[in-house]
């Protein structure tokens, strides 16, 4: 249970992003929570993508900025440079995250202990799994395949998420069905995304409506990955 409740909400957002600054304003006005997962050595670069046919600015948070930019929230391991992981040696995989967790927790002031795995496609697996879990201070990795459903992973070092909130249209049927359930069992609506996707989708009004909609219930829990996953 979630502080005596059955229900709880997270979000999981990646890359550190300026737009993370717009996007916790909303979450502080509603009173949601989220994880920020941050690459330590790309703080402060500034940089571009294109997504959805958009130019879309990819200026990450300065490491100055951190600690009070994501107050209130949680700040969760990336990796040092954002590689695929299941591509490198055992010792890389260890310096990309035990250095990115180390370097972050002396930026925000407290122990880091969460992750998401960086890169699309296949960027996780078992044995990438174990080598964080056996050789880090990692204590959860979230991956990108979602499910679709409340229940909780049974291993925490490949958690996927619920949905992906470009997919708004499942998200806010998923609400709707999270919302009305009653369960016995403790569930997690748990999304994930990177915050410069609101800009090249144009999904900030829907995003704020969402966060109006899932917040403030009395029923439901609403933490940060840690919070919920590690209670």
């Known amino acids: 249970m979630f502080q005596g409740k059955m229900k709880a909400v997270t979000c999981s ?20 929570k989220a994880t920020f997962n941050l690459n ?5 670069l500034p940089g571009e993508l294109v997504r959805n046919g958009v130019t879309v600015n990819h200026n990450k948070i300065s490491p100055a900025d951190c600690k009070a930019i994501y107050a209130g929230h949680e700040v969760a391991v990336h990796t040092l440079t954002h590689p ?12 990309q995250v035990e250095q990115d967790r180390l370097r972050l927790s002396e930026l925000v002031g407290y122990e880091v202990v969460g992750m998401a795995y960086p890169c699309g496609g296949v960027n996780n697996d078992e ?6 879990k056996n050789h880090t201070g990692v204590q959860y990795a979230r991956t990108i395949t979602t499910t679709e459903s409340f229940d909780q992973s049974t291993n925490l070092y490949r958690f996927n998420p619920t949905v992906y909130h470009i997919d708004m249209d499942d998200m806010f049927a998923l609400a709707e069905r999270f919302l009305s359930s ?6 997690v609506f748990y999304i994930w995304g990177h915050s410069y996707e609101l800009d090249a989708w144009n ?17 439901v829990f609403y933490g940060t990955n840690r919070e919920i996953l590690l209670s």
């Open 182 to 187: 009653q369960p016995t069992t403790p569930q």
């Open 84 to 95: 695929n992981l299941t591509t490198l040696s055992t010792s890389d995989i260890v310096y």
């Open 127 to 132: 044995r990438v799994a174990d080598i964080i």
């Open 40 to 44: 330590s050595r790309l703080l402060g």
């Open 13 to 32: 957002y990646d890359d550190g992003v300026t737009q993370d600054i717009r996007f916790i304003a909303l979450l502080d006005r509603y009173g949601l």
């Open 203 to 219: 999904l900030w009004g829907k995003m704020e409506t969402f966060m109006q909609y899932i917040a403030g219930k009395e029923d």
